[in-house]
């Protein structure tokens, strides 16, 4: 905590160093005439070749110096690197014109631009945000993100290291952003939606770390006007982030796998035995393609077939963000696991994402076609799962049931997905999805949790989460509203 408070200290620091920008903008401005008229008379009478209509070039440099501090201190506010620069230029700019009217350096105001001066120096690391193109296209049009290679390689590296909630993989997906701390080793994989930093799972960092990270977080998306929600975090930072002064409602529940005593065996796992049994009497077989070892067009060609199929038939469109994608073009750590007929047509595959620096794995991208058999999936799962298991993989997980028991939290965040919960179901399914993986019986389920800043659960939260998640946002549920009401009255009168 002792980090916390030197860089909230830090902080107030350098906003005192900005709000003092913006005064001595305001001084250049308004008090210039007077010292113009000092300056002429002392600068004519020891160098006589200037004329006084050359010399008046000084109150326009010193009335666009103060414009320009003013101009630039709300970047500067907000960290920018291009406005620490102009800053630093023109603060020196005004110093220098200070000591020219003053004939002094010891006079308050050129005292004040020099200690200014030397706090923005020695808090170069502090500026670090791109300019305004890149931040408004990123933050307002939702554009792609501006992320390098690496970056990415970087949050990769990171992710191996703390990556352990099972949504954190898909921290090097390609709609993210990145928060990388100033002080310590993490980052906060989030992006912009609706004026609020929405974060795809918990901060990518130690425990220890983890204060500090969030609190520079919330820094820096004060400059920029942005709420902050992480989603999918994990039961255990739950007291950190109260602490922190966030909200909290729970948004389901996670079914994990223990692979170490996880097995078939008994009444609870019943219906998917039977299910794989189904499958293999028909001769379905499962296979794990390794992209990374030997690129197989066939192969590929088929999930991308498999792929278009299961999309073609969703009610809406394809989430995102908090979903990972197939990534056959540059897989890194993930798995593919596919289920093939006695002909050797894909029937359906899984695409698993690490956790806890691969002791764990993720089904990630589920996808079957329509005609598939009973069992093909539950089939692909198990099988994933035993082969990760003799290779000493300890956590296995199906992902979230979203807005499962949701309602325990109470408050109105709770009673709100309780509600979408029971009464919009067939916009994604949600009692479908708990109970297909219900069945699985899993070693335990985990809660997990939204947590938003400032504490208050707002309809602009909602809001930033569905269109973080969803690219067509709110338009496209009410679209697919209308279509399911609009078949269902059809089916009526037939």
Request: charged content about 25%; proline content about 3%.
């Amino acid at each position: 905590m002792k980090r916390v408070i030197t860089e909230a200290i830090r902080n107030i620091i350098i906003n005192t160093a900005v709000f003092l920008t913006v005064m001595l903008g305001i001084e250049n401005i308004l008090y210039e005439y007077y010292y113009r008229i000092h300056v002429v008379s002392y600068i004519s009478k020891y160098f006589y070749f200037f004329s006084p209509e050359i010399l008046a070039l000084h109150r326009t440099i010193s009335v666009i110096t103060g414009f320009v501090l003013i101009f630039t201190s709300c970047r500067l506010y907000k960290r920018m690197r291009m406005a620490w620069l102009i800053s630093i230029s023109m603060l020196s700019v005004s110093m220098l014109m200070h000591v020219l009217n003053f004939h002094s350096v010891f006079k308050p105001a050129i005292i004040v631009e020099f200690i200014v001066i030397i706090i923005l120096a020695f808090n170069y690391k502090n500026f670090k945000r791109a300019s305004d193109p890149i931040s408004l296209r990123n933050s307002i049009f939702l554009d792609q993100p501006f992320v390098t290679a690496f970056d990415k390689e970087k949050v990769r590296k990171l992710l191996h290291k703390y990556g352990e909630n099972s949504l954190s993989y898909n921290a090097i997906e390609d709609d993210k952003k990145y928060f990388f701390s100033y002080n310590v080793e993490g980052v906060i994989v989030y992006t912009a939606a609706a004026g609020v930093a929405v974060c795809a799972g918990d901060p990518i960092c130690s425990d220890k770390d983890m204060p500090l990270l969030i609190t520079e977080f919330i820094t820096h998306c004060k400059q920029n006007d942005f709420d902050i929600c992480f989603c999918h975090t994990l039961e255990k930072h739950i007291p950190l982030y109260t602490f922190l002064g966030f909200g909290k409602t729970k948004c389901g529940e996670e079914a994990m796998f223990d692979l170490e005593t996880y097995n078939l065996a008994g009444g609870k796992a019943a219906k998917i035995r039977n299910a794989i049994n189904h499958a293999s009497a028909l001769g379905v077989t499962i296979s794990e393609y390794k992209p990374l070892e030997k690129r197989e067009k066939l192969i590929e060609q088929q999930i991308n077939d498999v792929s278009d199929e299961w999309l073609k038939n969703k009610n809406s469109s394809e989430l995102s963000f908090m979903l990972g994608t197939i990534s056959l073009d540059n897989p890194m750590d993930r798995r593919y696991f596919a289920a093939y007929d006695n002909e050797k047509e894909m029937l359906g595959f899984i695409v698993f994402s690490p956790f806890i620096g691969g002791n764990g794995y993720l089904a990630d991208v589920t996808r079957r076609r329509n005609n598939a058999p009973i069992g093909v999936m539950e089939k692909i799962t198990i099988e994933a799962f035993d082969k990760m298991k003799l290779e000493g993989v300890k956590w296995g997980t199906l992902g979230l049931a979203p807005l499962v028991n949701a309602a325990e939290e109470g408050g109105v965040a709770g009673k709100l997905f309780e509600f979408v919960y029971k009464k919009l179901n067939s916009f994604y399914g949600f009692k479908g999805l708990y109970h297909y993986k219900k069945k699985y019986g899993p070693t335990v389920w985990e809660n997990r949790y939204i947590v938003y800043y400032p504490k208050l659960f707002t309809p602009k939260i909602a809001y930033s989460i569905i269109k973080a998640q969803n690219p067509k946002g709110v338009g496209d549920f009410l679209l697919v509203q209308l279509k399911l009401f609009w078949g269902l009255k059809k089916k009526r009168y037939k």
